[in-house]
């Protein structure tokens, strides 16, 4: 435990931020603004083990999380290994940190809910029915929601890292820097604007929805949706199952889909790349692809409403491909009822 401590000491020393680290709490945790940083708990709390070295506070609960179970919604939240003996959050203890400054903030195998103000760093690893509120990021933030936590934050100026299993949710303002985002199970995830490029994975029914982003990467398995506001670096899609996406304005676009996923492009100016098989469609409302190249089977379609240059185009089975003007080479092979079609 010392050296874990002394440990938190040396970064923050390093650093310039307080950092606070808590675990094995299920409880009320408030940060506050401070004149110096300090623990204490305004109910219970009798178990909990809190060491504060020079600007490094650590706060071990005590709890194990092992069996432990939320009953009953959000206002009656009850907490405890089996329904007879569960307390509610207003019977659990309450955690009161000062700060004199933001804080690197570290919570670990916890159930909470925390309302913790503005920040320098996140690490959030939250369990069941966890909730946690916060402001502005100043640095990076690292999530993980399991089960129905819900968290809200503010804007974060470095990099978001968040996972997210189960029913959780998450909600951020603009981020600064990159995104890397992984849903699984029926989660949805709200953000603003992403000044960096955006990874983001669904397996399961998960939602995503954010602003303006620099760059898109996705991958969707199962029903989950994704809404992106511009992405001027360029799309890549992979997507199996019946999961959509929505795209404003970019450069170049990859796709691949297997199933019955869609994805719509409001405009886009760069290269076109496609594979379907299956029953997904692509439509472009309109832009410029200065190359076309698409493999198109099953009964799947392309549509795009812009001009494009060269185009190789193989359309097979029931598939489709329309393209409203076409200035380059074309090659195109068709093969059962699949239709290959330009103007209008």
Do not use: K
């Not at 700060?99 to 690490?123: C, F, H, K, W």
């Not at 933030?141 to 809200?152: D, E, F, K, Q, T």
């Not at 603009?174 to 699984?184: H, K, N, P």
């Not at 199952?241 to 304005?249: E, P, Q």
């Amino acid at each position: 435990m010392t050296v874990m401590v002394l440990a938190l000491a040396t970064a923050m020393q390093a650093g310039g931020a307080p950092s606070v680290e808590i675990e094995n709490f299920i409880g009320t945790v408030r940060v506050e603004q401070g004149s110096a940083l300090d623990a204490r708990f305004e109910r219970g709390g009798s178990s909990a083990d809190i060491r504060n070295a020079t600007g490094a506070l650590y706060v071990d609960g005590g709890e194990s999380m092992r069996r432990m179970r939320c009953f009953g919604g959000f206002r009656e939240q009850r907490v405890g290994r089996n329904r007879r003996e569960a307390l509610s959050f207003d019977e659990l203890p309450v955690l009161i940190i000062t700060t004199p400054n933001p804080a690197s903030v570290e919570l670990d195998d916890s159930i909470v809910r925390a309302e913790l103000g503005a920040t320098q760093s996140l690490d959030l690893a939250m369990s069941h029915c966890s909730t946690l509120e916060a402001g502005d990021v100043n640095a990076d933030a690292s999530l993980a929601i399991r089960g129905s936590g819900h968290v809200s934050v503010g804007a974060i100026g470095g990099a978001l890292n968040a996972a997210l299993s189960g029913s959780g949710h998450l909600s951020a303002e603009d981020i600064g820097e990159s995104v890397d985002l992984a849903v699984s199970g029926s989660g949805d995830v709200e953000l603003g604007d992403v000044a960096g490029d955006m990874d983001v994975g669904i397996s399961g029914s998960g939602e995503v929805e954010a602003g303006h982003v620099a760059s898109l990467e996705a991958s969707v398995s199962g029903s989950g949706n994704i809404e992106i506001g511009n992405a001027p670096g360029g799309v890549q899609y992979a997507a199996s199952g019946s999961g959509d996406l929505s795209v404003g304005a970019t450069s170049d676009v990859s796709v691949s889909i297997s199933g019955s996923s869609n994805m719509e492009v409001a405009s886009m100016d760069g290269v076109l790349e496609m594979s379907s098989s299956g029953s997904g469609d692509v439509r472009i409302q309109q832009g410029r692809a200065s190359s076309v190249e698409a493999r198109l089977g099953g009964s799947s379609d392309l549509w795009f409403g812009g001009t494009a240059g060269d185009v190789d185009i193989h359309v097979s089975g029931g598939s489709d491909a329309y393209i409203r003007t076409v200035t380059g080479q074309r090659n195109i092979r068709t093969s059962g009822g699949g239709d290959f079609t330009t103007g209008g």
